[in-house]
Structures are given as C-alpha cells and as structure tokens.
C-alpha cells in the first residue's frame, strides 16, 4: 500500500481506528476524520508503520465537512486511491432498540449518519479518485437479515449497502461493501471478534480482492478465504 492515499471516516475508535493502523503500517498515507478532536489526536499517538496519518475532525452529517476533507486527501497524494465509509452511530442498546418504540429523531440521526453519510462519502470522493481507485462501505448482516431489537439503525445499514451498490453501477471504480461480522465494538456492546480481524479485511477488500469481486457485492470473511 506504499503511496496509496486512503480516506477513512469514523476512524476514531472500533473498526475505523483498526483500519488506520492497518492501513499506516501498510504504507498507506491516510487521512481521517471523526467528530471527536481529542480521540483523533490519541489515535495519531498511537501509530506503527511506515505510512502517515493525518486527521481532520468532520461530521459525515455535513457534506462541506466530508468536502474539505477529501480535498485535503487529495492535496495530500495525487488524488484519492481508495475510500472506506466507516463512520456510524446506534443510538440506545443493541438488541434492545425496537423500532415500533423509535423516536422520530432516532430514526432520521440513523439515517442521516448511517446511510447519506455514505452518500456524502463516496459523493465528495468522486471528483478526487484516481483511476484504479476503489470504494467500499461498512456493514453487517444485520442490514440482510433483519433481528428483532435493532430498529432503525439495521434499516440505515440496508439502505447503506443499497447506496454502495447504486455507486456500484453508476460509477467507473468499483464500489463495494464490507461485512466483517460481529465486531467488539462500541455498538455491539463489546461482544464479537477483534477490530484488527475487520481491519484486516478492510486491507483485502482494498487492495488484493479484484475488481469484479468487490463492485457491487458484499464481501466478508468467507469471500476473503475464496468461498
């Protein structure tokens, strides 16, 4: 990944600061952001690798935020070489979070976060993307097989993916989803595997998978290993 110039949003805490270091200690110079300054800065304490890191606090809420950052990325490198759409939010308890009990403002911060944030992601990234660049977004199976207890934020994720694929078909780069599985993340309650493993397949999905592999599809773990 020497010179690659990475975008990676959310990529303060869980997967997405997973996938920063994974990312630097592959040789990739990423660009970052999140809406919690302080955390960012700990993050860039906490580096190993012979990429670099430059973080930039923005709200994927707010397209000129997601604007200024790829322009930095872009400044940074010779254009954007790939784009991960990590940032996201669950508001309330996994499992616990029906959504017939949902307030109306839950409902549009899951979606505004979750689903147009990918929207302004790769949206914003577009103009700035070399020509082998790829994209790809964050997901779970919850956004396919729906569970009782997760509300609005599975329906953000679903709608999510249906983003990445309509990217997919109407974008020259190839654009895809990663689903990683369950995570020990902040939003699964700190249950499920190492974000270094979801990291891990980040990296793949970003560089050794082909391109048919990752434009429109779904790509997991399973994908990984060639099933």
Not at 66 to 74: F, G, H, I, M, P
Not at 143 to 172: T, W
Not at 195 to 214: K, M, R, S, Y
Request: aromatic residues 4%.
């Amino acid at each position: 990944m020497d010179e690659m110039t990475v975008v990676v949003t959310g990529g303060s805490r869980g997967i997405g600061a997973a996938t920063v270091r994974e990312l630097v200690g592959a040789g990739a110079d990423v660009v970052t952001c999140a809406r919690d300054a302080e955390a960012l800065a700990a993050l860039g304490a906490d580096l190993d690798g012979p990429g670099t890191l430059r973080t930039q606090r923005a709200d994927v809420r707010d397209e000129y935020d997601v604007e200024r950052l790829v322009e930095t990325a872009s400044r940074e490198g010779d254009g954007v070489d790939a784009v991960v759409a990590n940032a996201g939010v669950y508001h309330g308890d996994p499992g616990q979070t029906p959504v017939t009990e949902e307030s109306y403002a839950t409902v549009d911060d899951h979606l505004r976060v979750n689903a147009r944030g990918v929207f302004v992601t790769f949206r914003e990234a577009l103009p700035h993307l070399t020509d082998d660049a790829r994209m790809v977004a964050l997901s779970g199976r919850i956004a396919r097989q729906p569970r009782s207890g997760f509300g609005s934020y599975a329906v953000s994720k679903a709608a999510a993916e249906a983003v990445a694929r309509q990217f997919a078909v109407d974008c020259e780069v190839p654009v895809g989803v990663v689903d990683p599985g369950t995570v020990a993340t902040d939003l699964t309650g700190g249950q499920g595997s190492d974000p270094a493993h979801a990291a891990d397949l980040v990296a793949w999905a970003l560089t050794e998978a082909d391109d048919d592999t990752v434009d429109g599809n779904v790509l997991d773990r399973g994908t990984m290993r060639g099933r």
